[in-house]
């Protein structure tokens, strides 16, 4: 009886980490990149929040060894600055 329903993550190209636990993200992340890929979201706004910055960290280090993001920066001042990242995905077609 400790088996969690799966979360149901609208498909949008904005994904908010703040209800997921770190041991959760990289595969989160993993799976709403493809998700998106299939969807033809070529761009996602990763919101992780500003705090002491240990789960952008975290976000970092997966975007910068995962095979489907293009590149990323952090926010501007009109989309979350440095409490949020903005990924850009590799097309899926090549």
């Known amino acids: 009886m400790d088996e969690i329903d799966p979360v149901e993550i609208p498909i949008n190209g904005e994904l908010d980490l703040h209800t997921f636990r770190p041991s959760e993200v990289k595969d989160l992340l993993e799976d709403y990149f493809e998700?998106?890929?299939?969807?033809?979201?070529?761009?996602?706004?990763?919101?992780?929040?500003?705090?002491?910055g240990t789960l952008r960290e975290t976000v970092h280090a997966f975007l910068k060894q995962s095979a489907v993001v293009d590149s990323f920066r952090l926010g501007d001042e009109s989309s979350g600055s440095w409490g949020a990242t903005l990924v850009a995905l590799k097309d899926s077609n090549h």
Do not use: F, L, Y
């Not at 996602?44 to 500003?50: A, C, D, Y």
């Open 35 to 52: 998700a998106c890929s299939e969807k033809g979201i070529a761009s996602v706004r990763v919101i992780h929040g500003k705090g002491t």
